[in-house]
């Protein structure tokens, strides 16, 4: 396995979380964007990219979904869900952060990586 295939592993999570948060999308709209060209472009190179990049794509729409649910939540409970609702997007924060960083270092030493919680629509 070359440097580039890992480079691309890894990068691929990483290009993810930053396109979503430096774009402002809700909660992953971007990432999964990032992560399907990624997919698209490199699907047929390598297995070990082709792996992270779906793996990056479904934690990614995984996230938008939650979050959908919870906004969902907060509008037709006009307003009274945000007890619950704040605390847990704060948890999804988190997860979200700690899995992608986990990923990309996984990636990055070529090693799979299976993120928690997610919805694995792309294969």
Do not use: Q
């Not at 649910?69 to 007890?83: A, E, M, P, Q, S």
């Amino acid at each position: 396995m070359s440097v580039v295939e890992k480079n691309w592993a890894g990068g691929v999570h990483l290009a993810a979380f930053l396109l979503a948060i430096g774009t402002h999308w809700f909660a992953g709209a971007g990432g999964m964007l990032a992560a399907f060209v990624v997919w698209i472009l490199k699907r047929e190179d390598s297995p070990l990219i082709r792996s992270h990049a779906t793996e990056a794509f479904n934690f990614n729409l995984s996230m938008w979904i939650y979050s959908c649910v919870g906004l969902f939540f907060l509008v037709f409970t006009l307003g009274i869900g945000v007890v619950l609702t704040l605390p847990l997007a704060a948890l999804v924060c988190v997860i979200w952060v700690w899995c992608t960083l986990r990923a990309a270092m996984a990636g990055f030493d070529g090693r799979e990586y299976r993120y928690p919680l997610t919805i694995r629509i792309l294969r």
